[in-house]
């Protein structure tokens, strides 16, 4: 209870030190009050009041008695109050707050009438007005200085170059006075100018004045002629001629004297005919001193035409397109088509094992033909050959589309070994007596280092303990000359010593170089009788 009577008196204690507010202290008022923060309504004890506008004043009351958290609420009401009438510069009081509230009677002045005042000639005037004691309210409306009502009368006129001066008095007053008159100055015209010629003088543009003898005249005297000389001329035929003569460059002066045209002097010319190309003309006449003539030109007949089919040339004959022949001369549209030539095609037949290859030349047109460039035989590419088991050897050409299998005898080589023994072979086909079949080396290769080497168709076999070496050409052997070079797969003698066998059974440890997977062999046929060169791969020891 004691903290809301502090709360109380507290916000009396605002409430008093707001402008305008009156406070009731003779009784409480009191109001129904609904609090916006918790909902509760409630009685609630009127503090005091305050304008707000024209129409409403705010109301302050106590805070809510039921959460105390809307302390010193107000809220706006109308003011009410006040018996008075309004007037023009005050408005009702409020019984509430004791504030001016509604509308001023702008019909209720406090008036004071004025008398009218006639304007004069140098002052202002009014009618009659009123206005209110209590504000700036009036009727009044000045009337203007009426000005003199002059009349005159000049005593002087003024010139176009002088002044002049004149007696004024006013029929209202006593206003007298003697004014200046301003000088009229020249009431000028305008006159245009006028060029001078060679005969008449002139003028430039100048004025005048309509009331004196005022003007800006200056004459410009003539010009007189400004002579030109003309050369004579013959008349003509057709055309007048003159002497020589004098112009004038400013004006139509002249001298010239006119001399009368000639007439034509008439020549007489035959006809002649007109023809397919040419034009033709009647007889006419000419003049020997001019062009004129009477000739009038006949036009050319044109070509009475004829019309011959074409032929188309070929090969071996000329030919012609359509064309035209005149029946009166030798005008033609011919032109001759050239022979066209024979337009060969020509079709390789390439050469094969047993025939001849040529090229066979057709005409496209014709059907005209003829056979060039021959080409010889192949001849056959053959395979491995094989031992027929007859002391012959046969093999398969290779060649695409040929199936022929050639053969032929085999031609065999004796050489001594170690310990005595012989080996006798075909260095071609590979077979072996005493040994085993001696296979053939595809990758082997060969070319002449000196010396020739008929046919580089290299044959190495191989039975892994003898190697062979020879040339051939459709199965026979070929001799080499000079010395060669022989590379062979380096696989080959891979952990062994290649030696060479002589035919009388002498070894000879041969060298060879190794090179990108190959080995390479220095074969010396130079002082060989023999197409073919034997060779021992004999194992290296295995080292311990």
């Given at each position: 209870?004691?903290?809301?009577?502090?709360?109380?008196?507290t916000?009396?204690?605002?409430?008093?030190?707001?402008?305008?507010?009156?406070?009731?202290?003779k009784?409480?008022?009191?109001?129904?009050?609904?609090?916006?923060?918790?909902?509760?309504?409630?009685?609630?004890?009127?503090?005091?009041?305050?304008?707000?506008?024209?129409?409403?004043?705010?109301?302050?009351?106590?805070?809510?008695?039921?959460?105390?958290?809307?302390?010193?609420?107000?809220?706006?009401?109308?003011?009410?109050?006040?018996?008075?009438?309004?007037?023009?510069?005050?408005?009702?009081?409020?019984?509430?707050?004791?504030?001016?509230?509604?509308?001023?009677?702008?019909?209720?002045?406090?008036?004071?009438?004025?008398?009218?005042?006639?304007?004069?000639?140098?002052?202002?005037?009014?009618?009659?007005?009123?206005?209110?004691?209590?504000?700036?309210?009036?009727?009044?409306?000045?009337?203007?200085?009426?000005?003199?009502?002059?009349?005159?009368?000049?005593?002087?006129?003024?010139?176009?170059?002088?002044?002049?001066?004149?007696?004024?008095?006013?029929?209202?007053?006593?206003?007298?006075?003697?004014?200046?008159?301003?000088?009229?100055?020249?009431?000028?015209k305008?006159?245009?100018?006028?060029?001078?010629?060679c005969?008449?003088?002139?003028?430039?543009?100048?004025d005048?004045?309509?009331?004196?003898?005022?003007?800006?005249?200056?004459?410009?005297?003539?010009?007189?002629?400004?002579?030109?000389?003309?050369?004579?001329?013959?008349?003509?035929?057709?055309?007048?001629?003159?002497?020589?003569?004098?112009?004038?460059?400013?004006?139509?002066?002249?001298?010239?004297?006119?001399?009368?045209?000639l007439?034509?002097?008439?020549?007489?010319?035959?006809?002649?005919?007109?023809?397919?190309?040419?034009?033709?003309?009647?007889?006419?006449?000419?003049?020997?001193?001019?062009?004129?003539?009477?000739?009038?030109?006949?036009?050319?007949?044109n070509?009475?035409?004829?019309?011959?089919?074409?032929?188309?040339?070929?090969?071996?004959?000329?030919?012609?397109?359509?064309?035209?022949?005149?029946?009166?001369?030798d005008?033609?549209?011919?032109?001759?088509?050239?022979?066209?030539?024979?337009?060969?095609?020509?079709?390789?037949?390439?050469?094969?094992?047993?025939?001849?290859?040529?090229?066979?030349?057709?005409?496209?047109?014709?059907?005209?033909?003829?056979?060039?460039?021959?080409?010889?035989?192949?001849?056959?590419?053959?395979?491995?050959?094989?031992?027929?088991?007859t002391?012959?050897?046969?093999?398969?050409?290779?060649r695409?589309?040929?199936?022929?299998?050639?053969?032929?005898?085999?031609?065999?080589?004796?050489?001594?070994?170690?310990?005595?023994?012989?080996?006798?072979?075909?260095?071609?086909?590979?077979?072996?007596?005493?040994?085993?079949?001696?296979?053939?080396?595809?990758?082997?290769?060969?070319?002449?280092?000196?010396?020739?080497?008929?046919?580089e168709?290299?044959?190495?076999?191989?039975?892994?303990?003898?190697?062979s070496?020879?040339?051939?050409?459709?199965?026979?052997?070929?001799?080499?000359?000079?010395?060669?070079?022989?590379?062979?797969?380096?696989?080959?003698?891979?952990?062994?010593?290649?030696?060479?066998?002589?035919?009388?059974?002498?070894?000879?440890?041969?060298?060879?170089?190794?090179?990108?997977?190959?080995?390479?062999?220095?074969?010396?046929?130079?002082?060989?009788?023999?197409?073919?060169?034997?060779?021992?791969?004999?194992?290296?020891?295995?080292?311990?």
């Amino acid at each position: 209870m004691k903290k809301w009577l502090i709360r109380c008196l507290t916000v009396l204690a605002m409430v008093c030190l707001i402008p305008g507010t009156v406070l009731n202290v003779k009784a409480a008022e009191t109001v129904q009050r609904r609090c916006a923060r918790c909902g509760s309504t409630e009685t609630r004890e009127i503090l005091g009041y305050r304008k707000y506008d024209s129409n409403s004043h705010r109301v302050y009351v106590t805070e809510c008695q039921n959460c105390h958290n809307d302390g010193n609420v107000s809220y706006l009401q109308v003011h009410t109050g006040g018996t008075e009438t309004p007037t023009c510069t005050k408005g009702k009081t409020c019984e509430k707050c004791g504030a001016e509230y509604g509308e001023k009677d702008p019909n209720n002045h406090d008036l004071v009438h004025h008398d009218a005042k006639a304007p004069s000639c140098t002052e202002i005037g009014w009618d009659a007005y009123d206005t209110c004691s209590r504000c700036n309210y009036t009727t009044y409306a000045e009337l203007p200085a009426l000005k003199h009502d002059l009349r005159q009368r000049v005593i002087k006129a003024p010139t176009c170059t002088q002044m002049g001066w004149a007696y004024e008095t006013c029929s209202r007053c006593d206003y007298s006075a003697t004014p200046l008159l301003p000088v009229l100055n020249h009431d000028l015209k305008q006159h245009a100018a006028k060029a001078p010629t060679c005969t008449e003088k002139g003028w430039d543009t100048y004025d005048t004045c309509s009331r004196c003898d005022y003007t800006t005249y200056a004459e410009l005297p003539a010009l007189k002629h400004t002579l030109e000389q003309h050369e004579a001329q013959a008349p003509t035929c057709t055309e007048i001629g003159w002497d020589a003569y004098e112009t004038c460059s400013r004006c139509d002066y002249t001298t010239r004297k006119e001399l009368p045209a000639l007439n034509h002097a008439l020549e007489q010319h035959e006809a002649q005919a007109p023809t397919c190309t040419e034009i033709g003309w009647d007889a006419y006449e000419t003049c020997s001193r001019c062009d004129y003539t009477t000739y009038t030109e006949l036009p050319a007949l044109n070509h009475d035409l004829e019309q011959h089919a074409a032929k188309a040339p070929t090969c071996t004959e000329i030919g012609w397109d359509a064309y035209e022949t005149c029946s009166r001369c030798d005008y033609t549209t011919y032109a001759e088509l050239p022979i066209l030539g024979h337009d060969y095609q020509a079709v390789t037949v390439d050469p094969t094992c047993e025939a001849d290859g040529y090229t066979i030349f057709t005409c496209s047109r014709c059907k005209d033909s003829y056979t060039a460039d021959p080409t010889d035989q192949l001849g056959h590419q053959f395979g491995a050959w094989s031992p027929n088991g007859t002391g012959s050897q046969s093999a398969s050409c290779l060649r695409q589309g040929c199936a022929h299998t050639g053969s032929t005898d085999c031609r065999k080589f004796t050489f001594r070994t170690a310990e005595g023994e012989t080996l006798t072979f075909c260095p071609v086909c590979g077979q072996a007596e005493n040994a085993a079949q001696l296979e053939k080396i595809e990758a082997a290769t060969a070319w002449a280092n000196s010396g020739s080497l008929s046919a580089e168709d290299v044959t190495a076999r191989t039975n892994g303990e003898y190697l062979s070496v020879a040339f051939e050409t459709a199965g026979s052997l070929t001799q080499p000359t000079g010395r060669v070079r022989l590379a062979l797969p380096a696989g080959l003698l891979e952990g062994k010593t290649l030696v060479r066998i002589a035919p009388d059974g002498t070894q000879t440890e041969m060298p060879f170089e190794t090179e990108r997977g190959t080995i390479i062999l220095t074969l010396d046929f130079a002082n060989s009788a023999l197409p073919v060169m034997l060779f021992r791969l004999v194992p290296q020891p295995t080292a311990l």
